[in-house]
């Protein structure tokens, strides 16, 4: 858990909660220690980007709003 928190940025909290809602599945050793695999890191990948591409779509439509405001205000 710890090198792919340090791999993908993440706390471990963060990729725990992410298993318990059911993002990750990594498997288990025989000591019940979690053994992510390439799908796990794959899965975080794709989660991140989708996280970063929703945030630019959430900041360029608070800009436009805001540009709307702004223009709201303005005299012509």
């Known amino acids: ?3 792919l928190a340090n791999h993908s940025g993440l706390a471990t909290h963060v990729l725990r909660h992410r298993e318990t809602v059911g993002f ?3 498997v288990r050793d025989s000591a019940g ?3 992510q695999g390439l799908s796990d890191v794959t899965r975080v990948a794709v989660v991140l ?3 970063a591409e929703a945030l630019r779509s959430r ?3 608070a800009q436009a709003s805001l540009a709307l405001i ?3 205000r303005c005299d012509h």
Do not use: I, N, S
Request: charged fraction near 35%; include cysteine.
């Open 1 to 3: 858990m710890r090198t």
């Open 24 to 26: 990750l599945a990594p």
């Open 33 to 35: 220690r979690r053994r």
């Open 49 to 51: 980007r989708g996280e």
């Open 59 to 61: 900041v360029a439509a």
């Open 70 to 72: 702004q223009c709201a």
